[in-house]
């Protein structure tokens, strides 16, 4: 990869690296695992930005690939988390502390997110983040359809867990 391309992914990446810590936040419970899992999603990032065409935001795209990724370690979570070696790449980004305490206002939501399976997670994720039907479909892979109906079944579903 020639070093334009890399320059402006770290710059792309640097820029939205806050979608990575607030997936992470959800689909992890300790610093350790928000770090090892931040880790990779940077890697898959990484790896697949060769293929990123520019169809569709940055954003949009990142995303869809973080999002990829934490749902896939979720699910293999009973084995362990598995990253690959950091070092291995080329690339050094300064990364922001991630900072909390301006979010403890959330943290009966994300305590209620935590319930959710999977995908109900990078559902009301999307949705919390703003994104309309149309990107929150085009996100997850899904009809915007099916994306209205999963969000009417997750926020009834959260009610019933913060209200019981």
């Not at 999963?150 to 009610?159: E, F, G, I, P, S």
Request: net charge positive; hydrophobic share 35%; with cysteine.
């Amino acid at each position: 990869m020639n070093k334009e391309l890399e320059h402006k992914f770290v710059s792309n990446l640097e820029k939205h690296q806050n979608i990575v810590h607030k997936i992470c936040r959800i689909y992890t419970n300790d610093q350790a695992s928000h770090n090892d899992l931040f880790q990779e999603i940077t890697i898959q990032l990484w790896k697949a930005y060769p293929k990123f065409r520019g169809d569709a935001k940055f954003s949009t795209w990142m995303y869809r690939v973080a999002l990829n990724t934490a749902i896939t370690l979720y699910r293999k979570k009973k084995r362990g988390i598995q990253t690959q070696d950091y070092d291995s790449v080329h690339f050094r980004i300064h990364v922001e502390e991630y900072d909390d305490a301006t979010e403890q206002q959330l943290k009966l939501m994300y305590s209620a997110v935590k319930e959710l399976n999977d995908i109900e997670k990078a559902l009301i994720f999307l949705y919390l983040e703003d994104k309309n039907y149309k990107e929150i479909s085009e996100t997850l892979g899904i009809t915007e359809v099916n994306a209205r109906v999963k969000m009417n079944r997750v926020k009834t579903k959260l009610k019933n867990i913060l209200n019981p």
